[in-house]
């Protein structure tokens, strides 16, 4: 069955459609957030090493113990039936320990996996809300007076004066003026616009753009092998799918974490 976007009591597409609130409201919160998300991946991750080690050492114990059965004193050839019962019950009994393991810890390893989920889909929410440097800083002090009244003062500013107060505005880092500059920018032709909205938008918060586009794709890597590895868990083998999925946001988290990364030169070249 083919997916359809949520709709409207008037028929129209849903924009909330998937959007989960509670989104982090500042970068200490982002921070927090995706330290948190670190915490928990790196004790899932103990947790189920402990649980398969647990696995291993009841198949090497029921394993001993079986192979105490097979004659020492005959050839392998003539106790190939014997081995090949040893072998199946070995796999029996510890299928059998590690679906009790599994059923056992199942709460506890959800409840994390559950709280792992929490922190990915609040940062994917944000990301919703700002899906870009321009959208986000076009969000900075929204409904304040501080911008009622930069846009009262500049809603007639020109070119020249437009390029002067976005200076100011990186320079003193306010993104607040930043953000009515933006939206004067916004009513101007394009042509004739003295410099581009992305170029003032990455100077002001691009940065900060980068670092939560960058703790979200970490988040997800760790939550894909979490998956991954509650699966092997329960099923006794990895998945060569799962592999590449966890392999694919680890190269995506890599990539984010180093655009993340300061560069060096000048912070607005727009003007």
Do not use: C, W
């Not at 915490?39 to 001993?64: C, G, P, W, Y």
């Not at 409904?143 to 320079?171: K, W």
């Not at 939550?223 to 799918?241: D, K, S, V, Y």
């Amino acid at each position: 069955m083919s997916e359809t976007a949520p709709q409207t009591t008037d028929n129209r597409p849903n924009p909330l459609a998937g959007f989960s609130g509670g989104i982090p409201a500042s970068e200490a919160e982002v921070e927090a957030l995706a330290k948190k998300a670190g915490e928990l991946a790196t004790a899932f991750e103990a947790n189920v090493a402990n649980l398969s080690a647990a696995v291993d050492a009841a198949r090497e114990k029921f394993r001993q113990r079986h192979e105490a059965l097979i004659p020492r004193d005959q050839p392998r050839s003539q106790v190939a039936g014997i081995v090949g019962y040893v072998r199946d019950a070995v796999d029996r009994e510890v299928r059998e320990y590690r679906d009790s393991l599994v059923r056992e810890t199942e709460a506890a390893r959800l409840d994390q996996l559950r709280q792992l989920d929490a922190a990915r889909a609040k940062l994917a929410s944000l990301l919703a809300v700002h899906p870009t440097p321009v959208a986000m800083l076009s969000s900075q002090g929204l409904g304040s007076e501080e911008r009622s009244r930069y846009h009262q003062q500049i809603g007639h500013a020109g070119t020249a004066e437009l390029a002067n107060l976005a200076r100011l505005a990186v320079a003193t880092g306010n993104r607040v003026l930043g953000a009515a500059v933006l939206a004067r920018l916004d009513t101007l032709p394009r042509e004739q616009r003295p410099f581009s909205a992305h170029h003032l938008a990455d100077a002001l918060v691009g940065p900060q753009h980068a670092a939560i586009d960058a703790a979200h794709k970490a988040v997800d890597a760790a939550f894909q092998r979490a998956i991954n590895r509650n699966r092997e868990l329960a099923t006794g083998r990895a998945t060569p799918t799962g592999k590449i999925a966890a392999g694919l946001s680890t190269l995506s988290a890599e990539k984010a974490a180093a655009r993340a990364r300061p560069a060096p030169g000048p912070k607005f070249k727009g003007v």
